[in-house]
């Protein structure tokens, strides 16, 4: 049975990347098993088989990854447990004789990364390393789509980046490179991608261009490390969660966001959208 079931397999494709790279392989004529928590939630998707199975179960992994070749993986979902899921599910895939995984990491992920949550990735990449399969690593810095969410109800972007910038990127361009890799992975493997959109803006340059494409006045207000703390604490949430929110400014702060790579167009033969193109895509839909 498991010979006829498509040998490349996909994660998250309930998710905005996850569908948006399902989808753009459907479209190419891609066979595909898409890998999701619960069956009742599997998209319709042309081509597509679902299965079933979560990053922490070893047993689910190992069946729905029978016969697969080719696993793409979109990192888990933000929690206290998720380096230890993605250990089981990375385990999981090799010992199923998945040949290549494509994982989605994080832009200048490392050990003692800025932001929390790129210091996870950087183990995730070291254990596929030590897997024995081959990889491609699909660092994408901080999404785009996600800053005009990051605004208050007042339109104003606050957090303690300072005046650093980051290479924000669209979560589309990643889904392009990441269908591109899947469809020829022999072409990219063992290779790291960082994917960056065209400039590295501030947060102070990006509320800007939200009130010129937008038609309402966004800013910026720099936050002290310890006004943001407090500021977040509105929210409930566990100590590890507002490290992570605080992060995202602090590693903004800190430079390390900020080089611009050609990548994205390298991987698929086009530039990454603008912030300014992204916005005004995103107001034409």
Known sequence: MTSTLPQLAVTGST??????????????????????????????????????????????????????????????????????????????????????????SFFAASPDAVFTHARGHDEAENLIRDSGMSWTFLRDNFYMDVLPAFTGDDDVLRGPAGDGRCSFVARDDVARVAAAVLQDPAVHVN????????????????????????????SYHAETVEEAYESRRAWPAEQWEYDAWVSTYTAIASGDLAPVTG????????????????????SSS
Request: net charge positive; glycine share 10%; no cysteine.
């Open 15 to 104: 998710g905005v990347l996850g569908g948006a790279v399902a989808r753009t392989l459907s479209q190419a004529g891609v066979a595909q098993r898409l890998m999701v928590r619960s069956l009742n939630r599997a998209p319709e998707i042309h081509g597509s088989t679902a299965r079933q199975a979560e990053y922490g179960d070893r047993s689910a992994a190992l069946g729905a990854l029978e016969g697969v070749k080719t696993l793409f993986m979109v990192s888990g979902r933000e929690s206290a447990t998720r380096r230890q899921e993605h250990a089981t599910f990375i385990q999981a895939a090799a010992d199923a004789g998945v040949q290549h995984i494509v994982y989605t």
């Open 263 to 282: 990548d994205i167009q390298r991987v698929t033969g086009q530039a990454p959208m603008t912030f300014e193109q992204f916005l005004r895509a995103q």
């Open 191 to 218: 290779q790291t991608y960082n994917l960056t959109g065209p400039e590295a803006l501030s947060l102070q340059e990006a509320a800007t261009t939200m009130s010129q494409v937008m038609g309402r006045s966004f």
